[in-house]
């Protein structure tokens, strides 16, 4: 196969070993006579790669199991927005919320449903285009939650430095695994995996486990983390397959040298791009202007002559690049270049960007 350059936010490219791994044990899996498709979720060679994937994925994270725990629960990261606020908050209680972009007023408005829901900070002025600096924290929330990464408006940050002891909560669907990072600054940690860390059918949630002995009990099972942290999320039949490629996914991370690696190659082909649509201010203009804020995942960018958007769009793909266009709400432009996607697809865009603007400036 002739791989193209995508540039897509979700689902996403995954690397191309990993791929092929996953094609073969859909074949048959450890020579057991039987596909990853039709293997039981409680027979021994799913319950190997289910166990060896969970602790993977919180060595990965440079977490202990001894305090950490990590679940697979199906719903997307959309079903987070409602099952956090739903585990957390009783009657009366208020949590903080970030507001910084699409993903986040999602779930402002699920956890609204559940309590009183403080907007700590918004950067709904300038369209989401930066991250707030002062949020106005609650003493008593139950939580504060942020957006790791916004992938629609393509800024990006790790959350405040202090939370003054309020446990801080992340959506982090689209920079899980993406950077280095102290991921013990966070009680709860979400993602769907379909961006960075596997496709779409698993959302990764991993939390302190002192923090989930305070969840609520009173609610459904089947939505309640307290049922997947007891079970060893095998309550009911997991997404043995979606499960199986993050487990894949996750060994490709280890082999390419871990999260620091990772982090080195991701600054690099972000740069890439970056640097090519700074270096023509008259023709691009960079939806996030502080530099500090800036996305290495999702990429936004504009081109000031509007008249220009097809013909870009059209060479692009031309030249093998596909996912460019921007989320349907914001328009303009957005290269999403996820741990798998590879460097010279930067490079490749860099070019493209360069000879675009000399062509038509
Ligand atoms: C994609 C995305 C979501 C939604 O994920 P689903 O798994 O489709 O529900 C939520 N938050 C962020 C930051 C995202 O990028």
Request: charged share 25%; hydrophobic share 40%.
């Amino acid at each position: 196969m002739n791989r193209i350059y995508n540039f897509s936010a979700g689902p996403a490219i995954l690397p191309e070993s990993v791929l092929q791994k996953a094609s073969q044990g859909v074949i048959e899996i450890n020579g057991s006579g039987m596909s990853i498709l039709e293997v039981s979720h409680r027979g021994k060679d799913y319950e190997a790669i289910h166990v060896e994937t969970r602790e993977r994925l919180l060595r990965v994270m440079g977490l202990s199991t001894d305090d950490y725990t990590a679940l697979f629960i199906g719903g997307g990261a959309s079903m987070q927005f409602a099952m956090l606020p739903m585990n957390f908050l009783n009657l009366g209680d208020t949590a903080d919320y970030v507001h910084t972009g699409e993903w986040a007023i999602k779930a402002i408005r699920e956890a609204k449903r559940f309590g009183n829901i403080h907007t700590a900070a918004s950067s709904e002025d300038r369209n989401h285009s930066y991250i707030p600096n002062e949020l106005n924290l609650t003493p008593d929330a139950k939580f504060i939650h942020i957006t790791t990464n916004n992938t629609i408006e393509g800024t990006e940050w790790d959350g405040p430095d202090s939370t003054k002891g309020v446990p801080l909560v992340a959506d982090a669907s689209s920079d899980i695994l993406s950077h280095s990072v102290d991921y013990s600054r966070y009680h709860l940690i979400y993602a769907g995996a379909q961006k960075n860390a596997g496709p779409a059918g698993v959302t990764l949630v991993v939390a302190r486990k002192d923090y989930l002995e305070q969840a609520n009990s009173d609610i459904p099972a089947i939505l309640s983390y307290k049922t997947y942290a007891n079970a060893d999320s095998l309550y009911n039949t997991p997404p043995v397959f979606p499960i199986y490629v993050v487990g894949l996914v996750l060994k490709w991370i280890e082999e390419q040298g871990g999260l620091a690696a990772i982090d080195r190659r991701n600054r690099e082909k972000a740069a890439l791009i970056y640097d090519a649509l700074d270096a023509h201010p008259d023709m691009y203009d960079t939806a996030v202007t502080d530099k500090k804020d800036r996305s290495l995942m999702n990429v936004t960018f504009r081109i000031k002559n509007i008249d220009l958007e097809k013909s870009f769009l059209d060479d692009a793909k031309a030249r093998k690049m596909d996912g460019l266009k921007g989320h349907r709400n914001v328009g303009g432009f957005r290269a999403s270049i996820y741990n798998a996607f590879p460097v010279d697809g930067c490079m490749a865009l860099a070019d493209y960007l360069n000879e675009f603007a000399a062509k038509n400036g």
